[in-house]
């Protein structure tokens, strides 16, 4: 151990009166403030952060193949689920990253009960889809059986469209599909899902795309698009690369067979919902704010105790350089010994943000407007490297914070200790 570190493991703070205790205790409890917030920021922002990708990559597939001619009418830019699969079974280690694929349809359609009505968009999907995500958002009820063709009928709606329809789980309703004429399905409701997700809830009904089919006049492997799930949707780029991969593979596809002239348009999640992940980047600007914000007043407030600490000490500042110390070794040991209220702070200040953060993500106690953010909670993700990584930098910006206002030492002569009171 460096004789520095030693006598300032020995020295005590705040010992030189009631005044400069209070001064003290002031200063920990401004920096534990400052490391709470900082903390809270984090974890909050990580949390909100995770949630909408969640919500987002949960909701829309991570990878849409398209008909290139969409954008004409539905019943033209369809797409044929046996050439693509086709083409993804051609690659297998293509294949491998893929957990579900699944034939969709979509079309506007309008529910009507005896006293309201309400337009929406019916999502038809098969036995492919991946269900999980609702079935894990369901208030009551069950999702619609996919796999029993003889179960078109059934749909799940959410609480908001339920609320607004005043319908309920067993309810059978009337959807009206408007093209050159109108065509009219009965459906059988199954379940109530509310995901929180506005823009979802109310516009979307799911159902077996057996009952798009029949109201457009398609065939079984006929729909709007194909939606892939991928094993690794954390990393966004990941489901990019293998959008470009499949769009190669389909289009060398459409090349070498002279019957398929379909030209697809493969996207991916991220492009799909590109204003949800930019607003999700500005976040991160939000908490470099707060972070910039609360280390200023940190340093601020190590600064003052410092001084406050090197005021108490004069005579022994006075005594080492009497002793033949020098002023960088002093520094050194007032710079340990102030350390000493970071260390503290740290210690209280973690323990008191994660605590806090564990309350509110078991408990959910702080809630929110889900019409304004998606979630009718403050989300929490507490995520050990982060917070790691936050109190090293606290420690190592302390340090750089402390170094040029200990020069101050360097202006006490031992001569004038002598006179100090």
Known sequence: MRHELFI??????????????????????????????????????????????????????????????????????????????????????????????????????????????KGLQFRGVDAGYDFSFLEKNLVKGRVPNIENRDSTQEIIISSVIANQLMLDVGDRIFTYFIDEKVKVRKCHIVGIFSTDFEAFDKMYIVGNIALLQSVNGWKPHIGNYVGVNIDNISNLDNAESLAYQLYGKLALQTYDDEYNTTLYNVTNTKRNNLSYFTWLSMLDMNVIIILTLMIIVSSFTLISALLMVVLERIKMIGLFKALGATNSSIRRIFIFLTHKIIFKSMLIGNAVGIGLALLQKHFHILKLNPDAYYMNYVPIDINVPAIIILNIAILVISYITLIGPSYIISSIKPTSTMRFE
Do not use: Y
């Open 8 to 117: 300032a493991s020995r020295l005590k703070l705040g010992n030189k009166g009631e005044a400069n205790s209070r001064s003290l205790s002031v200063a920990v409890v401004g920096i534990i403030l400052a490391i709470i917030i900082m903390i809270l920021s984090v974890v909050i922002v990580l949390g909100f952060k995770q949630e909408i990708k969640s919500k987002v990559t949960s909701l829309d597939p991570h990878i849409k193949i398209l008909n290139g001619a969409i954008g004409l009418d539905n019943n033209f830019a369809v797409v044929d689920s046996r050439e693509i699969a086709n083409g993804i079974n051609s690659d297998p280690a293509l294949k491998r990253h893929f957990t579900s694929i699944s034939l969709i349809a979509e079309k506007p359609a309008i529910l009507k009960t005896n006293d309201n009505f």
